[in-house]
Nanobody, 116 residues
Framework: EVQLVESGGGLVQAGGSLKLSCAAS????????IAWFRQAPGKEREAVST????????QYADSVKGRFTISTDNAKNTMSLQMNSLKPEDTAVYYC?????????WGQGTQVTVSS
């Protein structure tokens, strides 16, 4: 079965850190571009960070630059999002995604709540 499963969400105080992980199965992970998205209540889903299939190109939303770091471990078929200096506005459901051409694979999402 093709799937992505996120973990690592939770409640943290402002200024704290969380590391989200996403485990991939059922597809050739290192052929796909990888991304993390988030959706806050009442807002559209937005891209947080992306990494190319070869890991050579990473991109971040301006709102998280310098605070979040995306990474992949192709040997373990996992991706991660290290989130530091968290702010209340980072509160959202976070989704991992993998894309190759017209194929999109999405995880179920994990809640991140940052208290002030």
């Amino acid at each position: 079965e093709v799937q992505l499963v996120e973990s690592g969400g939770g409640l943290v105080q402002a200024g704290g850190s969380l590391k989200l992980s996403c485990a991939a199965s059922g597809f050739i992970f290192n052929e796909y571009a990888i991304a993390w998205f988030r959706q806050a209540p009442g807002k559209e889903r937005e891209a947080v960070s992306t990494i190319s299939s070869d890991g050579g190109i990473t991109q971040y939303a301006d709102s998280v630059k310098g605070r979040f770091t995306i990474s992949t471990d192709n040997a373990k078929n996992t991706m991660s999002l290290q989130m530091n200096s968290l702010k209340p506005e980072d509160t959202a459901v976070y989704y991992c995604a993998a894309a190759l051409g017209s194929i999109d694979i999405w995880g179920q999402g994990t809640q991140v709540t940052v208290s002030s």
